[in-house]
Every structure is written in C-alpha cells, then in structure tokens.
C-alpha cells in the first residue's frame, strides 16, 4: 500500500517569517550576548537552582567547575536550536520553538515571582524580565496563532529527516560555544600587607598584633574572571585558604585570622542583606564584624546599617556569581560558622553563636 501523499496546508507568510527568522534570530541574539559576556552569573536562578541539584548535590562536583561548560552547553542548546527552526522541517521547527519559548516564560515568570531585577537573558544591562516576559510571551502567541508554510510530512519521514538535519546544527552550536575561549585573568592592584591593618571605622579598640603566623596572607597577582564559592564548603576550613576572600581590596578593617570575627557578603542594593544587618549588627557589636561589599549592585542602593562594621569590597571587573547575604563565623582565621540563607532565623543564629575551632 502506497504511502500517502504529504498534504501542503495552507499557512500565512507573518507566520513563516515568525518561525524561520524573528524567533531565530532573537534566540540567537541572547546567545551571542551570553558568549560575548561569559559570565556565568547572567543564568537565571532558577537554572542554577536545578543545576546545583544535578551536579553539586547529585554529583559532588565543584561549582567553580561545572558552571563554565554548564553555560557554554546551554549557549550552545540555543545555538542549534535556532539553526534548526530555520532549516528544519515546519512542524518539527515550529514544535520545537513553542517548547522553548514556553520554558523561557515559565523561567521568567520565576524569576518575576521572586523579585529578580535581571533575568541575565542580554547581558547585565538587558531588559527587566517584565519586559523580557512581555516579548517572549508575544512570540509565543504568535507561533501558537499564526500556522507557518512548509510541507508537512509523515511521522517516519519527519523522523527520518530531523536526524540529519540537526547534526550540522548540533556541530556549529557545540563548536562556536565551546570554541571561544575563556576571559583573561583580570590583573590585581598588589597592595602591601606587612603592616598592620588600620581603618578609620575600627571594630575593636585596639589593633590586632600581625606576626608572621597570623599575618593575612598577600593579594595575588591576577584572578578569575569570575567566582563561584560554595561557602558550606568553608566550614572547617581555613579563611586565608580561600581564593575569593584574597581578593578583599586592603587594608582588611581587622586581622581576620586572630580572634573571633563574622563576615557578611552583601550587595548595597540587596534587601536581605539590609534585613540581615539591621536585625542582627545594627547596634553595639560583641564580636567583630565586617560587611563585604560585592561591586556589582544595580539596584537602588541601601545605606548599610551596620554602623559599627569594619567596611571591606572586592575588586570590580570581576563577576561573582552568589546569592547575598551570605554570614561567616570566624575564629582564629578558621570558618566555624555558615548561614546562606538569612531568612532561616534559627541558622542564622546557629552561624552567629557557633562554638569551637576547627583544626584545619
């Protein structure tokens, strides 16, 4: 028995237009932006979140190290993807564009839920993700209205032809994503640290004897593009042991490797944050404590309430990809104490008053 012949059904040309060629092209404009930048901290959180769980917590595997490829193969996903809604057969081409453009709603209305003011889709200085969610829901609309032309073939032919038409897709989005290569190191202002640390905010009333065995260790000469602590890992450790917390711009407001300190990562436009250092270090200060500030706020700033805090930052031209505030005790120069999620009262005061020093 004959096979039957494919039916051409009628289509309109927006349709078609859509398909091959706006939707494709705006996928392909987010990608680029995403390779241009390589900075993993522009993935929305709610792809983190998942990804954290396949591979920090299923896997074990470091953050640092999974994140970089983990970027690129999404940016490389989105690559063939929009090669293969231009060359594809329609429906396949058309079902595959509504998926994505669905998952990309689904995220962003995520993201929305949770008050996010970047969705990272175009950079650190893209659209708001009301206004991403606006443009990608009106695409959506239109892919699922407006029928595109092109023969429609059979299951088995359509299974046939996609299998082949993706490998050239699939070949260009993994060698154009995985091919471009990763940013510089950025260079550091070396600063000397053989003198003691002297701010005019102190936190205690007298300053901490530097020796050569507890003396803060020197800023390195260059660093990551980019940073990706998972600072539960911390506990236990020693502070000076940790790359990022080298690259704390000096002089350091105290010695942090002598006595009992805490540490608060914070953003100046992060309102947890805020909540955290007006509930907790808004008043007289029994333990030491210093805010650090990660540069890359684009929010409105909030002033820090924290009057007492010694004030440290991190260097600018770097991209650090981590949820604030993050809360640190510290005694000795070891990590006793962890809190990164400050909306938990009882693990915030868990990091707060925890006893005891860790050997290394």
């Known amino acids: 028995m004959n096979e039957p012949t494919p039916v051409k059904p009628s289509g309109t040309r927006i349709g078609t237009v859509l398909l091959r060629l706006i939707v494709p092209l705006w996928i392909l404009l987010g990608a680029g932006v995403k390779l241009w930048e390589r900075n993993p901290q522009l993935l929305p959180k709610p792809v983190t979140d998942v990804t954290d769980f396949i591979f920090v917590r299923g896997l074990g595997l470091n953050r640092e190290d999974y994140l970089g490829p983990a970027m690129r193969f999404m940016i490389a996903f989105e690559i063939m993807a929009a090669l293969v809604m231009v060359v594809g057969p329609v429906q396949a081409a058309r079902s595959l564009a509504i998926s994505l453009m669905t998952l990309f709603c689904v995220i962003l209305g995520l993201l929305i839920s949770s008050g996010a003011a970047s969705c990272g889709c175009f950079g650190a200085s893209g659209p708001s993700p009301e206004w991403m969610l606006a443009i990608d829901l009106t695409l959506l609309i239109g892919l699922c209205v407006l029928r595109p032309r092109g023969r429609r073939l059979p299951p088995a032919e359509l299974g046939r032809k996609l299998g082949y038409v993706m490998f050239v897709p699939a070949l260009l989005g993994i060698g154009i994503a995985f091919g471009v290569p990763d940013r510089a190191a950025v260079t550091m202002e070396v600063v000397d640290t053989a003198t003691p640390v002297v701010t005019t905010n102190p936190v205690v009333t ?52 002598v006595g009992r300190h805490h540490i608060v990562f914070m953003r100046d436009d992060c309102d947890h944050c805020h909540e955290l250092l007006n509930s907790y270090f808004s008043g007289p200060l029994p333990t030491p404590t210093t805010s650090v500030s990660i540069p890359d706020a684009t929010g409105e700033l909030l002033e820090n ?23 640190l005790t510290v005694e000795d120069g070891v990590v006793i104490g962890v809190c990164t999620n400050s909306e938990d009262a009882t693990l915030v005061r868990a990091a707060l008053n925890a006893k005891g020093k860790v050997n290394p």
């Open 206 to 257: 007298t300053t901490p004897v530097v020796t050569a065995t507890t003396a803060w260790p020197p800023m390195p000469a260059t660093a990551k593009p980019w940073y990706a602590p998972e600072f539960e890992s911390w506990k236990g450790q020693r502070l000076d042991a940790q790359e990022l917390m080298l690259l704390v711009q000096r002089p350091l407001p105290a010695n942090l490797n």
């Open 305 to 327: 309430p924290c009057s007492e805090c010694g004030k440290a930052t991190l260097p600018k031209g770097i991209n650090y990809v981590l949820s604030t505030p993050v809360l």
